[in-house]
């Protein structure tokens, strides 16, 4: 691996000079040329991380979220940023539109800022994530997804998902349609799904039929306006909130009843589905708590004090209007 003392030795100048014209300084064109053309030939890349070490941290935090419309985040940003600014800490957030890529690429951007730590909403953990979270030597935690060896405070998914599927089979339906999101999502796309359908194996008879849609709200209204009409399920049990508020929508437009022809029920305990009409049974998550345990857990890793790995936060069935009794 090519050093700066490397590079130095090539140019005949002192490492100094080179520091110097990696980060920008002056030095003279003659030797900017140089140092261009050896660079170049050599593939350097300058550790800008291990420097970051030893530079000054600033008292920022950097948050990164999945999209900016995001119901859940956003809920977990209000505690957060209330819970640092009252510990003198600065919330810096930065958008991913829910782009594992760019998430890897914020958590280097976060670093090179100088935050002290990073709190991560990701849609999914990488390898790149965990090379990224390595390399950066920044305290990070994962906010609503886990992996081994990494901080996380994460919903119990799995719970949620088996108490959402026996309400509904107690209801007495036996043919279900699940909206579920991409698998790769380990959180919403795997473990809620799972609950879901070991609590429906539990009732005799019950079938469940599934298809992947997205978090975003218009992409999920448009493929329930195609999906809706063929559905011979009584009850649809959606991934998210948005998404069963964008299936509400498509019934609407459709003029399908709810709860008369299909019953609707979904996750997260938005605000707005109490609002709608018919309101919507949902499993109501602690989002606010998170970010409470979020601003908590990481001052304790800023002061050197060991947390738990992982932190499991509980979650509530709220019956609403969108369900009833099948007969």
Do not use: W
């Not at 590079?7 to 490492?15: R, S």
């Not at 935050?115 to 950066?136: C, M, N, P, R, S």
């Not at 997804?145 to 405070?153: K, N, P, R, T």
């Amino acid at each position: 691996m090519v050093t700066i003392n490397d590079i130095a030795k090539q140019a005949g100048v002192a490492k100094s000079t080179v520091s110097r014209y990696l980060n920008g300084g002056s030095v003279s064109r003659k030797t900017k040329e140089k140092l261009d053309r050896i660079v170049a030939e050599t593939g350097y890349v300058p550790n800008t991380f291990a420097q970051s070490l030893k530079a000054k941290k600033t008292n920022m935090i950097g948050t990164i979220i999945p999209r900016l419309d995001s119901y859940s985040a956003n809920e977990a940003l209000f505690s957060i940023d209330e819970g640092l600014r009252k510990r003198n800490f600065q919330l810096l957030i930065t958008n991913t539109n829910q782009t594992p890529d760019r998430e890897v690429e914020s958590i280097y951007s976060l670093a090179r800022q100088k935050v002290a730590g990073i709190l991560l909403f990701a849609t999914v953990v990488t390898e790149a994530h965990k090379k990224a979270i390595a390399d950066v030597g920044v305290p990070v935690i994962l906010l609503g997804q886990q992996a081994e060896g990494l901080y996380s405070i994460v919903h119990d998914e799995y719970k949620a998902g088996f108490k959402l599927g026996k309400y509904a089979t107690s209801l007495g339906h036996k043919q279900f349609f699940y909206f579920n999101v991409f698998e790769a999502d380990v959180a919403v796309g795997q473990l809620r799904k799972k609950g879901v359908v070991d609590a429906l194996k539990e009732s005799p008879d019950s079938t469940i039929e599934m298809m992947e849609t997205s978090f975003s709200f218009e992409a999920a209204y448009q493929q329930a306006l195609k999906v809706l009409p063929t559905i011979k399920a009584t009850y649809l049990i959606c991934a998210t909130d948005n998404i069963a508020l964008a299936v509400l929508k498509a019934t609407h437009q459709l003029k399908i009843a709810i709860p008369d022809v299909f019953s609707l029920s979904g996750f997260g305990g938005y605000q707005i589905t109490s609002v709608v009409s018919p309101t919507i049974t949902t499993v109501k998550y602690a989002y606010q708590e998170l970010g409470e345990m979020a601003v908590k857990n990481m001052l304790l890793l800023l002061e050197g004090s060991d947390i738990p790995e992982k932190t499991v936060l509980s979650n509530e069935l709220i019956v609403n209007e969108s369900t009833k009794r099948h007969v």
